[in-house]
């Protein structure tokens, strides 16, 4: 990957100018080559890791596995593309094992995600199946621990 994408990667609030001096490059260069990727689509967005307890977010998440039925011709990306569209739908990834889809939702309580699941997920032509797994806390996002480790206290021991 290349170093500009993977200095981004880690730390998207890094300035161009920052990056320039980190890369030996001039800020115009490192400003256009940021340009380009937007343009060409390889950076899709930019977005910041919330620690959700601090700010008092009462979002409700939750995993979902989902088994569909490949469409012909079309295999499993028309169905996934359709169920990725949802708002409450964050992330919808193809997966290898048991299940096809996992689906990360979000809402604002319980009662919309499960709505959500009984009322729009499961009633896709396609769907076959879903397992609801609700993230009852997060200890780490996108590479980010939400907390400090904590200081583990032993007694002294003597000989």
Known sequence: MDTLLKLLRDDASLKPAQLAAML???EPEVAAKIRALETDGVILGYRTVLN???V???A???VIEVKITPERG???DRLAERIAKYEEV???YLMSGGYDLLVVLEGNNLRALATFVAE???TVQGVVSTS???MLKTYKEQGVLMGRAPVEERLSVAP
Do not use: I, M, Y
Request: glycine share 16%.
């Open 24 to 26: 030996n490059l001039s």
């Open 120 to 122: 729009k997920l499961a």
């Open 60 to 62: 409700v998440r939750a």
């Open 90 to 92: 964050k992330t919808c």
């Open 56 to 58: 008092g977010g009462d």
């Open 52 to 54: 959700e307890e601090k």
């Open 132 to 134: 609801t797994h609700f």
């Open 74 to 76: 079309g295999g499993f």
